[in-house]
């Protein structure tokens, strides 16, 4: 028997298909409880829109600028494609990649510990912390991090063999492809290989590493210059993230925020994860002055340190910024030596786990019972159907917000920029406007263009504060053009399935074009 066959066979064991079932019940039912609702982030729709020129050949950032990788632009395509325009059927399909992940991180845990109750609840650990209304999205930190968990998994199990380390380097390669920021977790790698192996075995891996990383990146370098987008390309990947990570908005006060939320969330999976923590401290210290070194360069404890560094270098306080170190804590879970405290963990990931099932089955279930018309009540997608009625033939639509409704009508933004808040950062401006992308009064170019429908709000929240747009545009468009009129969407506006996070500043402006 082959070791593939061995693996497969020890994977379609008994034990094994209760775990998968258990972590895909627990997905399913804890990730749809808002199904129903349609927008939670907005991050998702710009997504959606920036990828939708892919069928035609177009490369990304061609003609719809996002700051995310290609292969990210290029997955989002991908899985959009079985979807048809049903961001029902596009939610569900990200629930299975936080299923796989879930997945990756049992048989990971599993191939260090043995132990199918540990690594089992390792992985309902992270799920539960991911059942957060902010996690119920399909962020690029999702996406990277099922390449990111694969190459650990390689590590555990292969972490010997010097050929393995050419595919670990293509899946942080193409980690790194989805979201720029993935690439300083190959530093925890190259410092805990340091203690394990010889001079000339490190320097072979790391040639490996090295090799498999270039390759994908190499391939996209030579693609964007091909077409005479290498510029954007390079604004794309280190431009404009240093200007993004050089805000410097992250702080500590904001983790106290987050640790508060999920204390309110639930008490027990908070007490559980600070029990965790303090578990692993505590018996870190104890073991400090003997195995400095080993506790210094382990793989585990250093992807932790740098799970939190990336909040940190992120610098805008996003929670989907700590989906890294969520994913790694899990991992501390093998840590624990201690019979008594091990179960004591164990007993408050049970109670934590029933708690939150108990609080979302129903809803999640009556969701995925009538997924069928969850979109017909979504109302932008009510208001795209209206804005769709105004046109015979085709039409252009010129978004600043709300972009979910280019993507139920399948169309391109008329503006370059697609994230609305991407309108609001000088240094995306600045260097979008230095490469002749946009011009340095965009916005008032674009709506003297007079594209057939302009949707904009006039007043956003940015970073907290309640902010009017007026000092970029006037949103109220037939005021001064005559040529518009105004729509009336205070149904849309009202609707209680359009946003979880309530904006009683945000309005939902749409203006078409007279015939």
Known sequence: MTKLEKYLENSLNTKNLFA??????????TQNIYLNIET???????????????????????????????????????????????LVVFKLINDLILFIISLVLFKTILSKTKEYINSFLSSILFLSI??????QSGYSEIYSLLFLSLSYFIIT?????NLSYLLIGVLFSISSLINQGTV??????????????????????????GIGFTIPHLFFLFLYLANDLIEIYLATYLTIPLGYIQANYASF?????????????????????ISLIFINLLNLLKKYTKKTKLIIFDLDNLNIIFGLLFYFIGSHNYY????????????????????????????????SSLSILQNSYKESFN????????????????????????????YDVLSFDYNLILYYLDKPNFSYIVHPSNHFEEFIIEVLSDLDKVNSDYITDLINKEPDVIICNPRMIIRGIPTEISSLFNCEVSDYNKNYFKLDTKKYKNDENLNYYFDPYKEISVFIKKG
């Open 20 to 29: 998968y079932l258990g972590l895909f019940l627990f997905t399913i039912i």
């Open 40 to 86: 939670i982030e907005w991050d998702v729709a710009s997504y959606l829109v920036a990828s939708q020129g892919i069928e035609n050949g177009v490369l990304p950032n061609q003609i719809q600028w996002e700051s995310k990788g290609p292969i990210f632009i290029y997955l989002y395509y991908i899985f959009s494609l079985p979807a048809e325009n049903t």
């Open 130 to 135: 991911m059942s957060q209304v902010w996690a």
């Open 157 to 161: 199990n292969y972490r010997f063999n």
């Open 184 to 209: 300083i977790f190959l530093l925890p790698i190259l410092i805990s290989e340091l203690t394990l192996n010889s001079q000339r075995t490190y320097l072979r891996k790391v040639i490996n590493l």
């Open 253 to 273: 006060y904001e983790l106290f925020v987050f640790s508060r939320e999920l204390m309110e969330y639930n008490l027990y999976l908070y007490l559980c994860l």
């Open 320 to 351: 989907h910024h700590l989906i890294y170190l969520v994913f790694f804590i899990s991992f501390m879970m093998n840590k624990i030596n201690f019979s008594n405290q091990k179960k004591f963990i164990y007993v408050l990931i049970f109670i």
């Open 367 to 394: 969701n995925l019972l009538n997924i069928n018309s969850l979109q017909q009540n979504y109302p932008l997608y009510n208001l795209a159907n209206e804005i769709d009625s105004y046109f015979i033939d085709d």
